[in-house]
């Protein structure tokens, strides 16, 4: 005989309690089953008593459980996962026994059928079988209604890999996504159907292909947004106000027109607060519809009951006593007779910015983590509302355990050197805000992901201490540096290798070459630049704690370079003429603590020596002969600028630089004013000499080299450059950056004149082809490299460089992901600027202006990359229409 216990089962029968199995067996299959069983009976006179036994639920020892079914997992691990084993006592029916080991069953996920019989008992021993089917394996997927290109992605979001159970769970859970995922988009009508096909082949494994079909239809545009019930204001200001759903406008290109239900429902309640923000706190919603028109658009409908209008009576604060009344009241900034404004009584006491200047920051900031601010209506009469702002300070919170955790390279000494929340400290939310911008800004840290928490067992505020840890993850410090483009009559080429956490005191220790000594957060880098007329070496180092005890950041370089004389005849570099120069630099930055300590103080020396072997062009009087260049550099710079360095959504950069030289015209005891008399004089010669190989021009010549080698025998000069930047988070996702750049090159003497290095050079992408003479390459897109120059007073363009630029940049700019392996945004930019030769010619708002779009690629790996395409609008020399377009690669170069 073989009874059954239980039933077939389907997945949406989970939920019912197995172990109240007397009165399952009364469901409709078991009726028929107990007939059956009743007429065993009947004619089996043998198993009479047992049977009865049977219905009266009783006590049995589990003499065995056998397995039978479709399914592919053997006797024992079926039986041993469902725990039932030989010798247990179970009760039939009723037993909790047999229902847990059904309910464990179905909680593997592996089975679509689950039977459970008595096949036989012996006196007090009872047999079971466990006959199971096995949940289908899927087999292929098959997608319609998308691009294939869409396929991979939609099987890898929704996990429909090859040999996945398939489980109504499943299907069910795969359409619901796709139906909202093409929703999100717009297509309101989305439909999506899945079927499934059985697998019919000789493996013994129940598998099923599984069909999706996506039909999105079309996307539903909202024709228009019909606001009744307003009197106030008006209905502009009231689609305004709903951000994320807009009706149909050809104008409008950042938002379109689509519907999505959940922003719709969003945007409702941004509409009331835009009532609140104007004194209407009644103001409510009566109803709202959506109306399918026959175009296929939509309509919504929105009805109003506005309210009437209050405003604030009478502020008291209650419970305050670190903070006077008074001091609340002006960071409150709310007074008696405002109309009543719930949204900025909430942002004024808590806004969601973490350095918001609000009441609970206030707090926090002091180290009432533990504080609590709420407002109060006490009395509304005559629509005016008096307020109390009730107050639970707390103890103040002194942080007890700081940690740090995802550092697997970056020393700790080097992390913990720079936090602002040590144990001990009193808690202050500026100072948590501080040290994950602090850790953003070190660079060996992906900036997006680094969050600060409090474990919960390390916070209580009944004795005022609580505990942070600060989760990093690591990104790539070191970098490969490429840079490629065309100037100075070819390609240029940079390779460099850059270590951004470096460690020298391991360089001998092999043990720490993984592949490099890294973790102290020290820099090293060694660059290579070369074309055909043109090399650099350099190397260089920091190391931002000097000492450890303070962030003063101590740097050296070395560089060597050399320039070759084109020859225009065999249109090659000319070897045998060259123009070399060697230097070191050695420089210290210190943070300071006034104003704030956002300033940097930095200070540097610099000794150069210029070389020239029978190196005769227009830029040098003198072809044989040397310089030296001693010059002191000062600068201040400001960084407030939020915390991922690549992508800043607010703050701003700015820094002003002086560089300058010892005055030597001052106590050398050269009459500079005699040498610039005779200067012009032989200049005069030159000029009216008959012929270049006359000897009046020979000798003219050749004095005019000698007076520029005594006037540039030590550099002179002084050059002060400025540049500003800032960030402002326009939406969510839209950054915008203007700047602003300045630069100018002076003498001390007038007789001596401004030295032929050190100038600027405008256009093009401003990577530096010729910046061995300590030239400043600067950018302008939409015109090529280093073609704006300054023009004398006959506007003729001097081809020497300019001693004064100016450049306005706005630039917008568009995350379209900002991971750590890649780091991407899109940007359009409108910049304008202009080269001068002195102050003379200058005029600021005479420049070259220029417009375009550009990419940017970050990867740990190689540093930015990108490419800009930009218009210029105004003509170069020699143009007679607008510039046009310039494609600009950038590699290696930031904006």
């Known amino acids: 005989m073989k009874l059954l216990l239980n039933i077939k089962k389907e997945k949406d029968d989970l939920g019912k309690q197995v172990n109240n199995l007397a009165s399952k067996l009364l469901t409709k299959t078991y009726y028929i089953k107990q007939c059956l069983a009743l007429l065993i009976i009947a004619i089996s006179f043998n198993v009479t008593a047992q049977d009865s036994s049977y219905d009266s639920g009783k006590k049995y020892t589990l003499g065995g459980v056998t397995v039978s079914g479709n399914t592919t997992f053997n006797e024992q691990t079926i039986v041993a996962y469902s725990r039932l084993s030989k010798g247990q006592e179970i009760t039939i029916p009723g037993g909790e026994e047999i229902g847990n080991a059904i309910k464990k069953l179905w909680g593997s996920n592996l089975f679509s059928d689950i039977e459970v019989y008595v096949t036989k008992i012996e006196g007090d021993v009872a047999y079971l079988e466990i006959h199971l089917s096995d949940l289908p394996q899927l087999n292929e997927v098959k997608i319609n209604g998308v691009k294939k290109g869409k396929v991979e992605a939609i099987i890898k979001e929704n996990k429909l890999d090859k040999g996945t159970k398939v489980t109504e769970n499943l299907k069910s859970t795969t359409k619901n ?77 950042l938002k379109r027109s689509k519907y999505i239900e959940k922003d719709y429902k969003e945007d409702l309640t941004k509409l009331i607060d835009k009532y609140k923000e104007n004194g209407y706190r009644d103001a409510r919603i009566l109803s709202d519809s959506l109306i399918v028109n026959s175009d296929k658009t939509i309509s919504l409908h929105i009805n109003l009951e506005e309210g009437e209008q209050y405003k604030f009576g009478d502020i008291t604060f209650i419970g305050n006593t670190v903070y006077t009344n008074e001091q609340l009241t002006r960071l409150l900034r709310i007074k008696k007779g405002d109309v009543y404004n719930g949204v900025l009584l909430q942002e004024r006491i808590q806004d969601e910015s973490p350095d918001a200047d609000d009441i609970a920051n206030a707090y926090q900031n002091y180290g009432y983590l533990f504080s609590s601010i709420n407002p109060v209506e006490v009395s509304a009469n005559g629509n005016v509302i008096d307020m109390e702002i009730r107050i639970s300070e707390g103890k103040p919170a002194y942080f007890s355990d700081v940690s740090v955790v995802g550092n697997d390279k970056t020393n700790d000494h080097v992390i913990y050197r720079i936090l602002r929340t040590r144990p001990g400290n009193l808690y202050s939310k500026a100072n948590v805000v501080r040290t994950v911008r602090e850790l953003g800004q070190l660079g060996f840290f992906d900036a997006q992901e680094i969050t600060p928490t409090f474990p919960p067992e390390l916070t209580n505020p009944n004795e005022g201490t609580v505990g942070i840890k600060y989760s990093v993850k690591e990104t790539g410090s070191s970098q490969i540096e490429l840079q490629g483009g065309y100037g100075g009559g070819g390609f240029i080429g940079t390779l460099g290798l850059s270590f951004n956490n470096f460690s020298i005191k391991n360089l001998f220790n092999k043990d720490a070459y993984k592949p490099i000594p890294m973790g102290d957060g020290q820099k090293l880098a060694l660059r290579l630049q070369a074309s055909q007329f043109y090399q650099t070496y350099s190397f260089s180092f920091s190391e931002p704690w000097l000492g450890g005890k303070r962030p003063v950041q101590f740097s050296t370089s070395i560089s060597q370079t050399k320039q070759f004389l084109y020859d225009p005849i065999n249109r090659r570099a000319d070897k045998s003429k060259s123009f070399n120069i060697t230097g070191i630099t050695v420089g210290l930055a210190k943070q300071l603590t006034v104003p704030d300590d956002y300033f940097v103080l930095s200070q540097a020396v610099t000794f150069q020596i210029y070389d020239l072997n029978n190196y005769n062009t227009g830029l040098f009087t003198f072809g044989n002969g040397s310089a030296k260049n001693l010059s002191y550099t000062i600068g201040l710079s400001r960084d407030d600028t939020n915390i991922d360095p690549i ?75 400025f540049k500003g930047e800032w960030f402002t988070q326009i939406t969510k996702n839209l950054v915008l950056k203007p700047s602003m750049e300045f630069g100018f090159l002076g003498a001390y003497n007038n007789d001596r004149g401004v030295i032929p290095f050190e100038r600027y050079f405008l256009g093009g992408d401003g990577m530096g082809s010729y910046s061995l003479d300590g030239r400043e390459t600067i950018a302008l897109r ?50 304008g600027g202009s080269a001068y030769n002195g102050f003379r010619n200058y005029n600021p708002f005479n420049i070259y202006r220029s417009a375009g779009l550009g990419v940017r690629i970050f990867m740990p790996a190689f540093g930015l990359l990108g490419i800009d395409f930009g218009h210029g609008f105004d003509p170069l020399p020699g143009e007679t229409g607008s510039h046009g377009w310039e494609t600009h690669f950038i590699i290696g170069q930031q904006f």
């Open 177 to 253: 996504y796709l139906t909202s995922k093409y929703q999100k988009e717009g297509f309101y009508n989305t439909k999506v159907n899945i079927n499934t096909v059985e697998v019919k082949d000789s493996l013994q494994i129940a598998r099923v292909n599984m069909v999706v079909n996506i039909d999105k239809g079309k996307k539903v545009k909202i024709k228009d947004i019909v606001i009744t019930g307003n009197d106030v204001l008006s209905d502009k200001k009231l689609r305004k106000s709903m951000k994320k759903t807009k009706q149909i406008n050809p104008i409008r290109i």
């Open 647 to 721: 992508f800043p959504t607010g703050g701003s950069r700015f820094s002003i630089v002086g560089k300058m030289t010892i005055p030597y015209s001052l106590f050398n005891g050269v009459d500079y004013k005699q040498l610039s008399k005779e200067y012009d004089s032989e200049v005069i010669k030159k000029v009216n000499a008959s012929s270049t190989s006359s000897p009046e021009y020979i000798s003219a010549s050749k004095r005019i080299g000698e007076i520029d080698q005594e006037r540039y025998k030590w550099l002179e000069f002084y050059k002060v450059n």
């Open 782 to 831: 939409g015109y090529p490299n280093q073609s704006i120059q300054p023009v004398d007073s006959n506007g003729l363009t001097i081809n020497d460089g300019a001693t004064i630029y100016n450049k306005f940049s706005l630039e917008l700019r568009y995350p379209i992901t900002l991971k750590a392996s890649a780091k991407i945004y899109a940007l359009a930019f409108m910049e």
